[in-house]
Structure formats: structure tokens, C-alpha cells
């Protein structure tokens, strides 16, 4: 059974000599076929995420240039000119399906950022619920570290963690991941199965020598193991495999799974629970408890009855009941001023008391453990 069968939201990384083939610029047949899956997909409710390279190989191709440059300023101009073609190609592609397509260009210091962070989530949830599909790459224009090969398959499993993902498909040039180079070992054993984050999973594709590693393997086993840190398991599997997305989303094994040792929902509550300093807490009613405890809602500010500590939005803070005994605990969704501002108020007053219409919940359900 693919991890993919019971997947609702789903991270898809492409690797650059996928969708470049092989360095000749964006390949238009293969994102063609990615894209029809995608919106496949899409029509049966599932909410996708694509992490694509490929912007340096295009603008390479596009100004004219044979050999991949080494100063830095020169491959950012690439990447520049390259985000272009990539962007025009997905959404091409994706509406001939029905589908909308939007550049996200990230970097790692925007996922490093609290407030920075919560804004990409936020635009990337909206996006799925619009049914368009987020095209993401890291902004290589605007990076001062230096350029490295296989860095997207980082950014897929941070970008998996950021949304809350079901789960990771790394689709590459290898059927999956192998004990040994079976280009250089016949008894190089196929790994169908196995657990992310298994210490002996880098050694083999990590080893001093090994061709594996420098090809890229290595960064999609650290990959898998930083998706499965929210419960996200990972699928690595041959990007040109036919169907190879629809197959696995119809519970087919393609690939080398690597599945997470804690799911989804259990893996974000115990990252809550486990928050030994917490910077405030809300008090709420009487009214609040019931609907906390036994309705199982989401907490509103209406029924918060004092705000304490200074936290911000992404915090996470304790929710104590009227004895001031801790009742749970979860992520704030506004900051501790904004809190005391709209604490007793319906969401109907919080655009004229905060200046914008955000979440109408201070805690939603889905970020919230009872203690």
C-alpha cells in the first residue's frame, strides 16, 4: 500500500534533470505529464504542492550559455531569467487542465522567521483552497549562500513541514533508494521499504566514496527524515515512471518508501506538549471549557477572559480555565496585544479593532491538545 492512498495533502519535489532534461532547458513533455496527474488529482479532492528545480538549467539555455557559471552573481541571473520560462511552462501546462498555477519563491531565512513563516503558510493553504497549485523554488536570485545541487530536496521537506503534508514524493532519475551504487555493485539490494530518519540509511548513501551520495541521495534520505519530524513519510521514485503519481495515489508501491515513525496529528500535538517554556496564556469562561472539552471547537477570543505574558502570533501558549488550572495548550493566532484587544469580542468587530480581518479563532482546533 503507497503512502500516498490515504494522502490528502501532498508535497511533489521534481529535481532539475527531471524537468530540465538533463541540463537542455525546461522540458516541456515532461511537465505536461506532471501536470495532467496534478489536476487529476486536484478533481479528486487532494491538495498538492509543487517543488520545483530547473531555473538555472532554463536560463542557462535562454542566454545562450554552454558551460554552468561559478560566480555566484551569474547563477542568480540565471535562476532570474530561468524563473520565467519555469513559471510560463507550469502555468501552460496546468491550465490546459483546468488548473491555476502561482510562483512562490522562498528562501531558507523565510522559513527561519516566525512571522515570515505564518505568512508563507497562510498564502500557501489559501492557494490549495483556491485549487491552484503552488510552483515553489528557493529565491536564488536574492540568496548569499552559495548555490548547491540537490538544496530543493531540503526545501521540499521544510516546505512539507510548513503545510502540514501528508506526505513527500522526491521524484528523480533513480528508481529509489539502493544499499550500494548498483551501477558499480550487482548486489546492490533495492530498499522498497523502510523508516525515515534510520541512521543506517545514511551510511549507505553517505559512505566515503560513494557515488550515491554525491548524486544526490543523501540530501532526499535527510529529506525524508526532516518531513517525517510532522509526520510527513516520503516516497523516492523515477520521475518518468508512468503515472507514477496517480499509481501511488491509487495505493500502488512504486519507489522506496520511507515512512514516518509518528503520524501526522500525533507528531504536532506532542511537539505541543512537549514546549516546556511557554511565553503567556490566555484564561478563559466557563463557557469556553464546555466548548473546548466537549465539543472538541476551535477557542475564540470571545470567550478569553484575560490575556497574559507577552507571546506572538505562532507562540505557543497554555489555555487556562477560570481556577487557573492549565486546560490545554496551542499555537496563538494572534499576538498578546492583539489578544487583549479582541479577548470578550466577536470576530465581527476584530477588522475595526485590529485593522485586518485575519483567523476568527485565537487557537484553531487542529492546533490545539487538551491537557
Given at each position: 500500500?503507497?503512502?500516498?492512498?490515504?494522502?490528502?495533502?501532498?508535497?511533489v519535489?521534481?529535481?532539475?534533470?527531471?524537468?530540465?532534461?538533463?541540463?537542455?532547458?525546461?522540458?516541456a513533455?515532461?511537465?505536461?505529464?506532471?501536470?495532467?496527474?496534478?489536476a487529476?488529482?486536484?478533481?479528486?479532492?487532494?491538495?498538492?504542492?509543487m517543488?520545483?528545480?530547473?531555473?538555472?538549467?532554463?536560463?542557462?539555455?535562454?542566454?545562450?550559455?554552454?558551460?554552468?557559471?561559478?560566480e555566484?552573481?551569474?547563477?542568480?541571473?540565471?535562476?532570474?531569467?530561468?524563473?520565467?520560462?519555469?513559471?510560463?511552462?507550469?502555468?501552460?501546462?496546468?491550465?490546459?487542465?483546468?488548473?491555476?498555477?502561482?510562483?512562490?519563491?522562498?528562501?531558507?531565512?523565510?522559513?527561519?522567521?516566525?512571522e515570515?513563516?505564518?505568512?508563507?503558510?497562510s498564502?500557501?493553504?489559501?492557494?490549495?483552497?483556491?485549487?491552484?497549485?503552488?510552483?515553489?523554488?528557493?529565491?536564488?536570485?536574492?540568496?548569499n549562500?552559495?548555490?548547491k545541487?540537490?538544496?530543493?530536496?531540503?526545501?521540499?521537506?521544510?516546505?512539507?513541514?510548513?503545510?502540514?503534508?501528508?506526505?513527500?514524493?522526491?521524484?528523480?532519475?533513480?528508481?529509489?533508494?539502493?544499499?550500494?551504487?548498483?551501477?558499480?555493485?550487482?548486489?546492490?539490494r533495492?530498499?522498497?521499504?523502510?523508516?525515515?530518519?534510520?541512521?543506517?540509511?545514511?551510511?549507505?548513501?553517505?559512505?566515503?566514496?560513494?557515488?550515491?551520495?554525491?548524486?544526490?541521495?543523501?540530501?532526499?534520505?535527510?529529506?525524508?527524515?526532516?518531513?517525517?519530524?510532522?509526520?510527513a513519510?516520503?516516497?523516492?521514485?523515477?520521475?518518468?515512471?508512468?503515472?507514477?503519481?496517480l499509481?501511488?495515489?491509487?495505493?500502488?508501491?512504486?519507489?522506496?518508501?520511507?515512512?514516518?515513525?509518528?503520524?501526522?496529528?500525533q507528531?504536532?500535538?506532542?511537539?505541543?506538549?512537549?514546549?516546556?517554556?511557554?511565553?503567556?496564556?490566555?484564561?478563559?469562561?466557563?463557557?469556553?471549557?464546555?466548548?473546548?472539552?466537549?465539543?472538541?471547537?476551535?477557542?475564540?477570543?470571545?470567550?478569553?477572559?484575560?490575556?497574559?505574558?507577552?507571546?506572538?502570533r505562532?507562540?505557543?501558549?497554555?489555555?487556562?480555565?477560570?481556577?487557573?488550572?492549565?486546560?490545554?495548550?496551542?499555537?496563538?493566532?494572534?499576538?498578546?496585544?492583539?489578544?487583549r484587544?479582541?479577548?470578550?469580542?466577536p470576530?465581527?468587530?476584530?477588522?475595526?479593532?485590529?485593522?485586518?480581518?485575519?483567523?476568527?479563532?485565537?487557537?484553531?482546533?487542529?492546533?490545539?491538545?487538551?491537557?
Open positions: 500500500m503507497s503512502l500516498l492512498s490515504s494522502a490528502r495533502r501532498i508535497v519535489k521534481v529535481g532539475s534533470s527531471l524537468v530540465t532534461n538533463e541540463g537542455r532547458g525546461v522540458d513533455e515532461a511537465i505536461a505529464n506532471w501536470s495532467r496527474q496534478l487529476a488529482l486536484a478533481t479528486e479532492g487532494r491538495e498538492l504542492v517543488v520545483s528545480s530547473g531555473a538555472i538549467a532554463e536560463g542557462m539555455k535562454r542566454l545562450g550559455w554552454t558551460t554552468r557559471p561559478k555566484l552573481h551569474e547563477l542568480q541571473a540565471a535562476a532570474a531569467v530561468g524563473q520565467m520560462g519555469l513559471a510560463q511552462m507550469y502555468e501552460s501546462q496546468l491550465s490546459a487542465h483546468g488548473m491555476h498555477s502561482a510562483q512562490v519563491l522562498l528562501t531558507h531565512a523565510d522559513l527561519a522567521d516566525r515570515r513563516y505564518l505568512n508563507a503558510r498564502t500557501l493553504l489559501t492557494l490549495m483552497a483556491h485549487r491552484v497549485l503552488p510552483v515553489i523554488n528557493e529565491n536564488d536570485t536574492v540568496v549562500d552559495e548555490i545541487f540537490g538544496d530543493n530536496d531540503t526545501l521540499g521537506a521544510l516546505v512539507a513541514n510548513l503545510v502540514e503534508a501528508d506526505a513527500l514524493v522526491i521524484l528523480t532519475d533513480q528508481r529509489g533508494l539502493y544499499s550500494a551504487d548498483p551501477r558499480k555493485d550487482p548486489n546492490a533495492f530498499i522498497d521499504n523502510a523508516q525515515a530518519g534510520d541512521l543506517e540509511l545514511e551510511h549507505m548513501a553517505g559512505g566515503a566514496g560513494s557515488s550515491i551520495g554525491r548524486g544526490g541521495m543523501l540530501t532526499k534520505i535527510l529529506a525524508a527524515k526532516r518531513a517525517a519530524g510532522s509526520g513519510g516520503t516516497v523516492i521514485a523515477w520521475g518518468r515512471e508512468p503515472d507514477v503519481l499509481r501511488l495515489a491509487r495505493g500502488e508501491a512504486i519507489g522506496t518508501a520511507l515512512h514516518a515513525a509518528t503520524p501526522k496529528l507528531a504536532r500535538k506532542q511537539w505541543m506538549v512537549d514546549h516546556l517554556q511557554m511565553r503567556g496564556a490566555v484564561k478563559v469562561d466557563a463557557g469556553a471549557v464546555t466548548k473546548l472539552r466537549s465539543e472538541g471547537k476551535s477557542l475564540l477570543p470571545i470567550g478569553v477572559t484575560e490575556v497574559q505574558g507577552d507571546f506572538h505562532g507562540d505557543v501558549i497554555a489555555v487556562l480555565g477560570p481556577d487557573g488550572a492549565e486546560l490545554a495548550r496551542g499555537l496563538a493566532n494572534y499576538s498578546a496585544a492583539e489578544s484587544l479582541i479577548a470578550r469580542k470576530s465581527s468587530e476584530f477588522e475595526a479593532l485590529l485593522g485586518y480581518a485575519a483567523e476568527p479563532e485565537l487557537i484553531h482546533r487542529d492546533n490545539l491538545v487538551l491537557r
